[in-house]
């Protein structure tokens, strides 16, 4: 119930990477370098077999075991992609493009997934296959859906797959999961609204648009708490109102941006269906339109109830179980891994990365720390599943 040694030995060089790629940022699917970087390790480990452009510009690398000779082959993710945000902390590491950091961590999960690569090909004691998948667009654009329908999963004939991202707050050393639902839904919801514009002096010659939006965005709240069960958590979060240039015009038209978060598809329809008539209905009823779009969809991430087992199990051995908490409450962040788990049996574990400033902030840093946790959990959890 530790981690691996070997892992304390090379810690400052999977550390090194890490760094690395934190200093050199990249956005949803233009991650050339990070893949690159990605692609030139695995080959330098003697990975069998490095594949680069699925999904674009996601990496695979298949590391056959020597065991045994089972077709059996299991899939651990990580994500490469960084967010647009400003990095607020001067680090000798810092990111080096302006307007882009890793605020979520994406650097510390391909880094620890790179250390399990080394040892697997270095060791090879397993019964099987397996495929380390590195994944860009987790933020933005879906790529986990787009890796999958590039036909990865059969492509390499991945029987399970298994994802893990870290969490602040949750001690170094410590993981976290639970079966079923463990993450929401995401849509991004847009709200185009038209009214009729004018000068401001004259507000009754006008249909206006910040009127209707601001009514609308009153309504939505009001959603949340009157037109569901409450027994399944629901976010609808408005977080652009864009309208207007100048202080002496009504515009003519108005948008709304957020993003609608639930935990049961039934759940999400139905409010897709509610937030659309509400919109339309408030714009009409004072002589306007609105137009309601739900762009780039994540479903819930559900995990399967056998993997989560088997991942609470492996994390175990590295932390051992006081330190796993295997029923964690759902959490209302999104991630696109969910594709993978519609497509195979798996599951997303969390893993702490100490007091840190939270996911998506501008003086987040990955805990260097978490590594070899990271690391061992890969390598036991892919042991465990290809054991012979």
């Not at 080096?96 to 004691?125: F, I, P, Q």
């Not at 949340?224 to 609808?236: E, G, L, T, W, Y």
């Not at 139905?270 to 779009?293: M, N």
Request: proline residues 5%; contains cysteine; hydrophobic residues 40%.
């Amino acid at each position: 119930m530790t981690v691996i040694n070997r892992f304390a030995d090379f810690h400052d060089e999977i550390k090194a990477w890490r760094q690395d790629i934190h200093a050199h940022p990249e956005l949803s699917f233009d991650v050339e370098r990070t893949a690159g970087f990605v692609a030139d390790k695995l080959t330098s480990f003697g990975v069998d077999e490095v594949v680069t452009g699925i999904g674009r510009t996601g990496v695979v690398g298949i590391i056959r075991g020597n065991k045994g000779d089972s077709s059996k082959c299991v899939g651990l993710r990580a994500d490469m992609d960084a967010l647009p945000i400003q990095e607020a902390v001067e680090r000798p590491y810092g990111s080096r493009v302006d307007g882009k950091m890793h605020a979520c961590g994406h650097d510390g999960h391909s880094a620890m997934l790179l250390g399990a690569a080394k040892y697997l090909a270095e060791t090879r004691n397993f019964d099987g296959s397996v495929a380390v998948i590195f994944q860009p667009a987790e933020e933005d654009g879906g790529g986990g859906k787009v890796m999958v329908d590039d036909g990865m999963m059969e492509r390499f004939d991945i029987s399970e797959v298994y994802g893990m991202h870290n969490m602040p707050d949750l001690p170094v050393g410590e993981f976290a999961i639970r079966p079923g639902p463990l993450l929401a839904s995401a849509d991004d919801l847009k709200i185009h609204i038209t009214g009729r514009g004018g000068h401001a002096a004259r507000p009754s010659d006008c249909i206006d648009p910040i009127v209707i939006g601001t009514e609308i965005v009153q309504a939505l709240h009001t959603l949340v708490s009157r037109a569901r069960d409450p027994m399944h958590p629901v976010v609808i979060s408005i977080t652009q109102f864009h309208a207007g240039d100048t202080s002496n015009v009504i515009p003519q038209t108005a948008f709304l941006n957020g993003t609608l978060r639930t935990m049961d598809n039934a759940v999400r329809e139905h409010l897709q269906e509610r937030i659309t008539a509400t919109a339309v209905e408030i714009a009409t009823r004072h002589g306007g339109s609105a137009q309601v779009e739900f762009l780039q969809p994540y479903p819930a991430t559900v995990n399967h109830a056998d993997q989560t087992v088997i991942a609470g199990d492996a994390a175990s051995l590295v932390a051992g179980e006081a330190r796993v908490n295997r029923n964690i409450s759902a959490k209302m962040g999104a991630e696109d891994f969910s594709y993978m788990l519609l497509a195979r049996p798996g599951a997303f574990i969390l893993i702490g990365n100490g007091d840190s400033a939270g996911l998506h902030h501008p003086e987040y840093d990955f805990n260097d720390e978490a590594i070899p946790f990271g690391c061992s959990y890969w390598v036991r959890l892919a042991e465990m599943r290809l054991a012979g």
